[in-house]
């Protein structure tokens, strides 16, 4: 029998928190008990400004009551159908919302129930295509340096985060990376996207010549790299990958977890760089955070390609038990409803210059080495601390949360992507916040 059967109900040791300090949070745990449009209530009753939409996800703001109704609805009328062999009409009407939305040519979705999962479940529909194809010897993955593309096994092999791969393994076999594009040296304040780097991008022809075209099956990256530190592609860079797959009968993927949902003040980040994948991944956004759900968009090639077999046969053998669940239909719907609205889809663009300026009013605050901006994201680099590398950017973290204010850092860069209802005033108030922490740390 445990031993921790008396343990108090609010005991913090059971949980065993994702990348997280757990051994410090649970020293001085920062716990949250509501939220409502821009703000978080802690557990303290403070009121803390959301500068980050949860994790990148919640970007209508908190408990939209028109979401929340929709969740409470559909959890009455029908909690689950299976997801296999049988359908409810909420998960096609959302892909009708949904690829209604997407770049031409992009008609089809299959769900899954997270950033993670919609990696895997792309990468999987790639090496599958091609072998639909008849190109079974495309089995060759390329992924890039500080790319993040969740935590599951393709996710991390594909991943350039050195923390997430090391203690796992080989990871998937046959997977390369291309380059990171970040080059603080020459794009250090760059305002959007950076002049110089765009010619990394014919490294791929490298890498593809070096084992041949026919052996590579996809190329996978974030249009902008969230998670390591907002990092955004130099001019030229995507079409140039782009050029370089179309050349050479290769997959592009874009990690749209983050940038998809209006981050970019555009639907998606394809939209903004007027470059198309061949699938786009998203979650978060997609149900503004509230039930777990994520999204792969394929083109109508790779789908007619499946649907050439035999008619009696599936035509893929993956999915989730709850791919396409009810209640994440039923919020994706509501969700996208809210966006559309709201003109939430396109509000990052109105806002992105009175965000730039804001932002770029840090670069005299101490410690700043580095200040990123597109759409409504945004990154501030801090010069590491000597022998202690993220101490300074994490005590930022803590300070800002102190003064009411949500941010995440990510090594020694802090990081924002606030609710996309965000107004000028909440603006101010995060970079003044920031301001104060910048010149509190050590
Ligand atoms: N891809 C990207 C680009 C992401 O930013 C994330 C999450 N931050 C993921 C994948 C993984 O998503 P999840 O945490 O929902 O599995």
Redesign the pocket.
């Known amino acids: 029998m445990s031993n921790r059967l008396n343990a108090a109900p609010n005991d913090l040791e059971a949980f065993w928190m994702p990348f997280t300090a757990n051994r410090q949070f649970k020293k001085a745990p920062r716990m949250l008990t509501g939220a409502k449009d821009m703000h978080y209530t802690t557990s303290d009753g403070r009121s803390v400004l959301d500068g980050t939409a949860g994790?990148?996800c919640v970007n209508a703001g908190h408990c939209r009551p028109k979401i929340t109704e929709a969740v409470r609805e559909q959890v009455g009328e029908m909690d689950y159908a299976p997801a296999f062999q049988m359908g409810h009409p909420k998960a096609f009407e959302l892909a009708n919302q949904l690829v209604s939305l997407a770049p031409e040519g992009m008609n089809h979705v299959l769900y899954t129930n997270?950033?993670?999962?919609?990696?895997e479940t792309a990468l999987k529909v790639a090496l599958a295509y091609h072998r639909a194809k008849g190109d079974g010897s495309r089995f060759r993955l390329i992924g890039r340096e500080r790319g993040?593309?969740?935590?599951n096994f393709g996710?991390i092999s594909v991943g350039g985060i050195v923390s997430n791969r090391k203690m796992f393994g080989t990871l998937l076999t046959g997977v390369d990376h291309l380059s990171h594009t970040h080059m603080p040296d020459k794009n250090a304040f760059t305002r959007g996207e950076p002049e110089h780097g765009g010619d990394i991008a014919s490294e791929l022809e490298r890498i593809v010549t070096l084992h041949d075209a026919s052996t590579v099956a996809a190329v996978i990256v974030?249009p902008v790299a969230?998670?390591t530190g907002v990092l955004i592609p130099p001019k030229g860079y995507l079409k140039k990958l782009r050029d370089i797959c179309t050349k050479h009968g290769i997959l592009l993927i874009f990690?749209e977890?983050?940038t998809g949902f209006g981050r970019l003040g555009t639907p998606f980040a394809a939209d903004y760089f007027d470059v198309t994948p061949d699938m786009i991944?998203t979650?978060?956004g997609l149900t503004n955070g509230v039930i777990p759900m994520?999204a792969v968009f394929v083109t109508d090639a790779i789908h007619d390609t499946f649907m050439n077999g035999p008619e009696h046969l599936i035509e893929f053998f993956h999915g989730y038990t709850y791919s396409g669940n009810p209640m994440a239909s039923a919020a994706g719907l509501a969700t996208l409803e809210t966006y559309k609205e709201e003109g939430l889809l396109t509000r990052g663009a109105e806002l992105a210059p009175y965000w730039e300026d804001a932002l770029h009013s840090l670069k005299d605050a101490p410690h700043v080495v580095d200040i990123r901006n597109i759409g409504l994201i945004g990154a501030i680099e801090l010069e590491p601390m000597k022998g202690e590398p993220t101490k300074r950017a994490f005590s930022a973290f803590l300070k800002a949360f102190e003064k009411g204010c949500l941010i995440r850092t990510t090594g020694d860069i802090i990081a924002l992507s606030p609710p996309l209802i965000i107004e000028k005033n909440h603006i101010d108030e995060l970079v003044d916040c920031l301001r104060t922490v910048l010149n509190e740390v050590e």
């Open positions: 994790l990148w997270s950033g993670s999962e919609s990696v993040y593309h969740g935590v996710g974030e969230g998670s990690d977890v983050i991944t979650a978060k994520g």
